[in-house]
């Protein structure tokens, strides 16, 4: 790759009929992942069924953790932990840990969401974590979530995946009337309260008088018909507007793939595969699978929740060790996607220090913006710990980073592991387009990602 500021290698240049059978065998089970995970909760659910496929059983609080225990914590049902306990002294030997998260940029309806106006039904939204929001226009849209009644039960919602579901809209303007739109900036385009979702538009009335027809009673209906449900009930819903299509390969030979919400399943899937794959590996293991790191990683299910340091403290408690100890010696990977060079945007990006799409794992030393700002700035020492156990392994990985300085910037996890006394660093798939309804990454990327923490599993 000679085109390359500095050297990398291809995966798919390098790659024999083997390698290349094994890259597009795997791809094929993380599209599964991503067509029936599109949310925290549906993400989560699929990762704890596979967990307990390979033998994981939950954990409670106060349950004491012995040599070849594999454990999951289901938090909330949004925020998954895994958990193997291996041979090795936890103490001196600490944990590996793999921090990946589950929820995406999307469009959530507001807690009083339905209106009419002029014939059509509408859903209110707030946008959730950073999107285009003109992206979010005119695409196939399906809503998935959850529906908690004041009896306590919860209704699961899932419409616009099924062949012969309808789905969702978001509309614009036709061409022929946006010369006013088209003279603003892409960010005012399309503004947070113009995300408003169509939801129907046929009129219905329980009464009598034929005046009284409206399309949101109708609304009402076929959701008290279908889920039981009535209006306040939005009031305790978590509904979440995604785009409707499914995972599919992308240009003729196949070598991408492009679905809604790579970032950051594209980590989260060879997170637990890989320990699932690492079975008989020595050390003890704890996979993240994290709730709101779109938003800052706030909240109960997010990475700042104190739950991240009450798992370890009941592991090193287990053992009877000092759980400073055991942070202290501990290691972790913040799977996290980075920005993948395009060249059709290549201006943001600094050419010797970027991710490029199937070269690999991509390692970023430090995130942030503004001189490194709010980064975690992963030691040197640590990388030369990465860069050992990669090619003693045979992983194909580069560095980069999120384009030029000063362009822009973001964060990952990483910072709140770290404060936690524990060396951490971010390495992930490159990503095309990321935050848009469409996201696309290297098949080959994926699998080198899966063969880095697999090596760092051992
Ligand atoms: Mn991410
Ligand atoms: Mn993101």
């Not at 104190?306 to 403290?313: A, E, R, Y």
Request: charged share 25%; aromatic share 10%; glycine share 10%.
């Amino acid at each position: 790759m000679s085109e390359l500021a500095y050297k990398r290698t291809n995966v798919y240049e390098k790659a024999d009929d083997k390698l290349l059978q094994e890259i597009f065998d795997y791809a094929k089970g993380y599209k599964v992942f991503l067509d029936e995970g599109k949310t925290e909760r549906e993400a989560c659910a699929f990762a704890k069924e596979q967990a307990k496929l390979h033998g994981y059983k939950p954990y409670q609080f106060g349950q004491k953790l012995s040599v070849g225990d594999k454990v999951y914590y289901d938090n909330r049902g949004k925020n998954l932990y895994l958990i193997k306990v291996g041979s090795k002294d936890i103490a001196t030997n600490g944990i590996r840990i793999l921090a990946s998260h589950i929820d995406s940029p999307r469009i959530d309806f507001k807690q009083v969401p339905l209106y009419e106006t002029d014939g059509i039904a509408f859903a209110k939204t707030h946008y959730y974590g950073g999107i285009r929001k003109y992206q979010w226009a005119t695409v196939p849209l399906a809503l998935h979530g959850a529906v908690a009644l004041k009896d306590g039960s919860v209704i699961d919602i899932k419409v616009g995946e099924d062949e012969n579901d309808p789905v969702f809209y978001i509309s614009d303007l036709l061409p022929h009337l946006a010369s006013k739109q088209n003279a603003k900036t892409l960010a005012e385009g399309i503004g947070g309260e113009d995300l408003n979702v169509w939801l129907g538009n046929i009129p219905y009335t329980l009464a009598e008088n034929e005046k009284d027809k409206t399309v949101k009673e109708n609304l009402l209906k076929i959701l008290f018909e279908k889920y039981g449900m009535k209006e306040e009930d939005f009031l305790s819903a978590e509904l979440c507007v995604v785009p409707a299509y499914k995972a599919k390969d992308v240009g003729f030979d196949r070598g991408l793939m492009g679905a809604y919400g790579h970032d950051d399943r594209v980590c989260s899937y060879p997170a637990f595969t890989a320990l699932f794959d690492e079975e008989n590996s020595e050390q003890t293991v704890m996979v993240i699978l994290a709730d709101k790191e779109e938003i800052g990683s706030e909240g109960t299910t997010g990475m700042q929740c104190v739950l991240f340091t009450d798992l370890i403290d009941a592991l090193a408690q287990s053992f009877g060790v000092s759980s400073a100890q055991v942070r202290a010696n501990s290691k972790c990977l913040s799977a996290d996607v980075n920005a993948g060079y395009d060249p059709n945007f290549r201006d943001v990006c600094e050419p010797l220090n970027t991710a490029y799409i199937s070269c690999g794992a991509g390692v970023t030393k430090f995130t942030g913006a503004r001189g490194k700002g709010s980064s975690n700035d992963a030691d040197a020492e640590f990388i030369g710990f990465l860069r050992r156990i990669f090619d003693e392994n045979g992983v194909i990985w580069q560095t980069g980073e999120m384009g030029k300085v000063d362009a822009g910037g973001g964060g990952t996890v990483a910072k709140y592991i770290a404060k936690m006394n524990i060396d951490t660093i971010d390495i992930g798939v490159p990503v095309i387009s990321m935050h848009s309804p469409f996201e696309v990454i290297s098949k080959a990327d994926l699998y080198e990602v899966y063969l880095a923490f697999r090596a760092f599993l051992k």
